[in-house]
């Protein structure tokens, strides 16, 4: 991986030094497209910069007058890098990874059908949440669902027959894990990704983050019973210590090693659990994630989103090709294969059931799935959330979730 | 040159302070004093107010007197003094985030290598408790990391001192024990007042690295949960994603402060200016 990321540097300079020498010697230089996409790989050896470089290089072959410029940025500070960018007026031509609708608010953003030959082709089912007023901005491209992740050896152990339906079963069996010495439930409520595990929980005691009618809801009575349920959770010990300052990823990475009785997780751990190479793939399940009374009927539905900035408005054509290149069907099904997500496109998620079979019943759970706020106001309330819901979990959760809600109104 | 580089983030930080902005930096118009008014409100500040007195303060008091101790150490003749010396450096050469990062592993509750020690010592029977988990208890973090801060300024102000004492003639040395003075009245009457100026030089340089210290913190806590091991700094940081005018707020709050610690530093000096 080094010397491929170190040759494409030097390639990337050569090419830079070149282009500086053309533009010099001849007036018409190169488009160049700069994409940043999230990085979905576990280290260097599964990078999405290959991905993506594969792709750009491909393209850069069939339209040599298009460059396209590779930059990943790792999910814990991809949306910070963004905003970064559009903070600092810098730009990217294309984002891949999450979008957020204040940047189509700030009308920084092509609509989808202005950079995409075929904007029916994404999943219709998260066009709303790619929308802003009606017009669709941000393209799926890779989508998810979650399910309850349970480690079958230690269930055997603990003698569980099966994975718990009702909170009150999960905790009965997270005590028993406890007891064998492993973390009974993974409960990630660090910043990266809290809003998701704090939205399963909130589902499972028919609360949300949003009211029916899409008022924020946060600090709803449901919502602080669920807060005062996991943190009874936590005191009981049937966690890991302190679950606000711990992170998705590294939770992930424990129960692939095995120390974890369950966690909620996405297909993505597939591949952390393969790389680890102490579960065998009969040593691990998955189930609908728990609620209070019974199991989740529906789940939390992800999806990343491609975004295409404006800038100056003069590289829309260039835009265009590229994207209709990436959203090719066997692009799309490298990406789900090698990530073991979702494809975020119909005619992908077609071919991709015939590849891998295995996941078709999650796809087939996309349909019904929950989906986050799709108001211009969520990037801010989902920093307010990941930063402090940790603190929720103590003796009083109603006053977090209040700040919460207090800071959700003044973003509205 | 002043002027572009020094006073003009000045006043765009100023004038920042005093702007309605959204979260993605557009400007939405003036605010008066709202922005302040939002900082001030924050049920978090009193606690992180609080935990940067205490941060400046113990980094840098502690700080000192291991460098006075230091220094004294590495002005003697030892064999390997010119080893411990380069050593010495280490901490400081090598990158705050990279040295954060390596505490920030060694305290990992499963496998950090401070817990395997203490494991192995028999002081730490259970990995992945509560008591292992050091970084996920606010106060006890926030112990860890201003140990860490100590190890990184220790280096600096034992070098700042040493010069100060190498600087001293070793005539006022001679005089003063033929007068028959002891070690240690030595030390007091003579090393410390001829000390002075690379002290106090070291000790504000000290307390405005420490005060704007922000690696460290970011590094091993995030300054969370929540904001519970934050100090300004790393507060203003964690404005900054989503109220770019209350952050700016806090910016100038923290150049307000660090103006302040400049203007006591001036008078501090030239008062002894006059006094010699």
Redesign the interface.
């Known amino acids: 991986m080094h010397t491929v990321r170190f040759r494409s540097l030097l390639l990337g300079t050569l090419t830079s030094c070149f282009l500086a020498l053309s533009g010099a010697v001849a007036a018409q230089a190169d488009t160049v497209l700069t994409l940043v996409a999230a990085d979905y790989g576990t280290g260097p050896a599964d990078s999405s910069l290959k991905y993506w470089q594969t792709i750009a290089d491909a393209f850069h072959a069939a339209n040599p007058a298009i460059t396209v410029k590779v930059q990943t940025v790792n999910w814990n500070d991809f949306d910070?890098k963004i905003?970064t960018m559009?903070?600092?007026?810098q730009y990217p031509d294309i984002t891949e990874g999450d979008y957020f609708s204040?940047?189509a608010q700030?009308g920084?953003l092509f609509k989808a059908r202005e950079v995409l030959s075929d904007p029916g082709n994404p999943m219709p089912v998260f066009t709303q949440l790619g929308s802003y007023d009606g017009a669709q901005y941000g393209i799926p491209f890779t989508t998810s669902s979650r399910a309850l992740f349970y480690n079958k050896k230690l269930f055997a152990e603990a003698g569980i027959a099966g994975a718990p339906k009702t909170w009150d079963e999960l905790m009965t069996d997270a005590g028993k894990i406890r007891a064998l010495?492993h973390?009974g439930y993974g409960l990630p409520?660090?910043?990266e990704e809290a809003q998701a595990e704090t939205l399963l929980w909130l589902l499972g005691n028919g609360g949300g983050y949003q009211a029916a009618d899409g008022a924020w809801a946060i600090n709803s009575a449901q919502n602080v019973e669920t807060l005062q349920f996991m943190t009874k959770l936590v005191q009981t010990g049937d966690t890991?210590?302190?679950p606000?300052?711990?992170n998705r990823a590294d939770l992930l990475a424990?129960f692939a090693h095995g120390?974890v009785g369950m966690l909620n997780g996405l297909t993505a751990l597939l591949p952390i659990i393969k790389q680890a190479g102490v579960l065998t793939d009969n040593d691990w399940g998955t189930a609908t994630i728990a609620g209070k009374a019974g199991p989740l009927e529906k789940t939390l539905g992800v999806c990343d989103f491609v975004a295409a900035f404006k800038g100056d408005g003069s590289k829309r054509e260039a835009i265009k090709q590229f994207l209709d290149f990436a959203y090719q069907d066997k692009y799309q099904v490298a990406f789900a294969e090698r990530y073991n997500l979702l494809p975020g496109t119909t005619s992908g998620a077609a071919a991709f059931a015939k590849v891998d079979p295995a996941l078709v019943p999650f796809l087939s759970a996309l349909p019904k799935a929950v989906q986050y706020p799709n108001a211009p106001a969520w990037?801010?309330i989902k920093?307010?959330i990941q930063?402090?819901i940790?603190?929720a979990i103590g003796p009083d959760p109603k006053s977090?979730l209040d700040?919460i809600q207090q800071?959700a109104l003044k973003?509205n | 040159m002043i002027a572009v580089v020094v006073l003009w983030p000045v006043v765009i930080m100023v004038r920042t302070a005093f702007q309605k902005i959204?979260?993605?930096?557009?400007i939405l118009g003036q605010a008066g004093w709202r922005n302040f008014v939002f900082l001030w409100q924050e049920?978090a500040l009193p606690g992180i107010l609080v935990r940067t007195s205490i941060w400046v303060l113990t980094v840098v008091v502690i700080t000192m007197l291991i460098a006075l101790a230091m220094a004294q150490l590495f002005n003697q003749e030892f064999p390997g003094r010119r080893v411990a010396r380069w050593a010495l450096i280490a901490p400081w050469a090598a990158s705050v985030v990279m040295t954060a990062i390596v505490f920030r592993w060694s305290l990992n509750?499963?496998n950090g290598i401070i817990n395997v020690a203490l494991h192995d010592l028999g002081l730490m029977p259970?990995y992945?408790?509560?008591a292992?988990?050091w970084?996920?208890?606010p106060v006890v973090?926030f112990a860890w990391m201003m140990l860490v801060a100590i190890f990184v300024s220790v280096p600096f102000s034992t070098y700042a001192l040493l010069a100060g004492l190498q600087a001293i003639p070793t005539e006022t040395y001679e005089a003063a024990r033929i007068d028959g003075a002891g070690a240690w009245r030595i030390y007091i009457a003579i090393t410390l007042p001829l000390l002075r100026p690379a002290f106090i030089v070291a000790l504000l340089i000290n307390v405005m690295n420490v005060f704007n210290s922000f690696p460290i913190i970011w590094e091993m806590?995030?300054g969370?949960?929540?904001?519970?091991t934050s100090t300004t700094t790393t507060f203003m940081y964690?404005l900054k994603?989503?109220y770019?005018g209350e952050s700016a707020a806090m910016s100038v709050v923290n150049f307000a402060l660090v103006l302040l610690i400049v203007l006591v530093y001036l008078r501090a000096t030239s008062v002894q200016g006059r006094a010699a």
């Open positions: 910070t905003q559009v903070q600092n007026r204040n940047y700030e920084l010495g973390i409520l660090g910043p890991e210590p302190n606000g300052t711990k424990q120390q990037a801010q920093t307010q930063q402090n940790g603190t977090v700040a800071a973003a | 959204s979260p993605d930096g557009f049920p509750a499963d259970v992945g408790t509560d292992a988990d970084l996920g208890r973090a806590t995030r969370g949960p929540g904001h519970q964690q994603q989503s770019i």
